[in-house]
């Protein structure tokens, strides 16, 4: 099935925070106030919230924002739907679709994941993303260039 994205609504968002509020999402990805952030987000001129819709269906979560050359990039996947292959899906048709999704700009896509979150890492490379040193908090920076 082919995977869509679009932006983040507000319904869409109560069922991120869910997930969230899910452990086997939470020891990765934590956010104190999903409200807050959403409306940050909202206003924020380089930073996005996709949802990731296979069949239909919300199954993830991207969020993506702009620092010159470079797009950060996160993904959360239903907790429910864990190991059963839709974050490569969704993370390879987002790849498929960067530069039209970075509208050009990004050369390279970034993403940080703990050393401890193997089913990440692992989905990351598969993909394409390699590691390439760690960012200021010492999280692994996993890239893929453009």
């Not at 869910?18 to 999402?25: E, F, R, S, T």
């Not at 993904?75 to 679709?97: C, M, S, T, W």
């Not at 390699?130 to 453009?146: A, C, F, K, M, V």
């Amino acid at each position: 099935m082919s995977c869509t994205f679009e932006k983040l609504s507000v319904k869409d968002g109560k069922l991120v925070k869910k997930w969230l509020a899910c452990k086997d999402v939470n020891r990765w990805f934590s956010i104190d106030n999903w409200n807050r952030f959403y409306r940050w987000v909202s206003r924020s001129p380089n930073h996005f919230l996709y949802a990731a819709k296979i069949g239909g269906r919300m199954l993830g979560m991207v969020e993506l924002g702009f620092e010159g050359e470079k797009a950060h990039f996160a993904l959360i996947i239903d907790p429910a739907e864990h190991n059963k292959g839709y974050g490569k899906q969704v993370l390879r048709h987002f790849l498929a679709n960067a530069a039209a999704m970075t509208n050009d700009n990004a050369k390279v896509i970034v993403a940080g994941i703990e050393e401890g979150n193997h089913g990440s890492i692992r989905c990351f490379e598969a993909c394409g993303f390699r590691q390439n040193g760690s960012d200021e908090s010492g999280i692994p920076r996993y890239e893929y260039r453009l």
